[in-house]
Nanobody
Framework: QVQMIESGGGLVQAGGSLRLSCAASGLTFSNYAMGWFRQAPGKEREFVARISRGGGTYYTDSVKGRFTISRDNAKSTVYLQMNSLKPEDTAEYYC????????????WGQGTQVTVSS
């Protein structure tokens, strides 16, 4: 059974930093590209960042230069370092595993809340 458990969310002031973690189990972690997504109240879920099996990264424009995705295959964990946080970054953040190899994410975590106060 695949499990993906996010942690590290919380309340932070604008300009602050948080580091999200997502620990995966029940799958061969190194075989999957991983992604982070977020959903703000009343909005659609949106893509945030992706890291390939080989470590290549991709970000949505609104977080480029502020967020960094990384992975530790030995720990089956993907991270999202978030710096210079803005109130508009407030959302529930989810990690996901790309089960298709082409951007279709089939395994999802339960989410962790990030709230940025102004």
């Amino acid at each position: 059974q695949v499990q993906m458990i996010e942690s590290g969310g919380g309340l932070v002031q604008a300009g602050g930093s948080l580091r999200l973690s997502c620990a995966a189990s029940g799958l061969t972690f190194s075989n999957y590209a991983m992604g982070w997504f977020r959903q703000a109240p009343g909005k659609e879920r949106e893509f945030v960042a992706r890291i390939s099996r080989g470590g290549g990264t991709y970000y949505t424009d609104s977080v480029k230069g502020r967020f960094t995705i990384s992975r530790d295959n030995a720990k089956s964990t993907v991270y999202l370092q978030m710096n210079s946080l803005k109130p508009e970054d407030t959302a529930e953040y989810y990690c996901a595993a790309d089960t298709s190899g082409t951007g279709q994410y089939g395994y999802w975590g339960q989410g962790t809340q990030v709230t940025v106060s102004s």
